[in-house]
């Protein structure tokens, strides 16, 4: 299994931005699918983008859709979650999922490797 790491949350205002990684180490990311998800406190884990082993196909939750975006550098064998025009309730610990094969889910079941999260806190 491939083993990922999240990088790049932070606290920061209504209106910001912010840019979380996931780097992949143990072996190659680009036959993997990787679907990014949130957990807010008290709440169930949530998908918010996918992509898919080759970047070419991205797919988002109605809550993030036009304001996040998702991409992969398979050079840095990092995928990337930039987050523009944070709200309040984007505040959540985020996770990178990995799963082997082209497609990226919004299931969180089918994947088999996570990240230990990063905190996102976004203030008013």
């Given at each position: 299994q491939?083993?990922?790491v999240e990088s790049g949350g932070g606290l920061v205002q209504a209106g910001d931005s912010l840019r979380l990684s996931c780097a992949a180490s143990g072996r190659a990311f680009s036959p993997y699918g990787v679907g990014w998800f949130r957990q807010a406190?008290?709440?169930g884990r949530e998908f918010v983008a996918g992509?898919?082993?080759g970047?070419?196909?991205?797919?988002?939750?109605?809550?993030v859709r036009g304001r996040f975006t998702t991409s992969r550098d398979s050079a840095k064998n990092t995928v990337y979650l930039q987050m523009n025009g944070l709200k309040p309730?984007?505040?959540?610990?985020?996770?990178c999922a990995a799963r082997y094969g082209s497609t990226w889910s919004s299931l969180n079941y089918v994947y088999n490797s996570w990240g230990q999260g990063t905190q996102v806190t976004v203030s008013s």
């Open positions: 491939v083993e990922l406190p008290g709440k992509i898919s082993a970047g070419d196909m991205t797919g988002y939750a109605d809550s309730e984007d505040t959540a610990v985020y996770y």
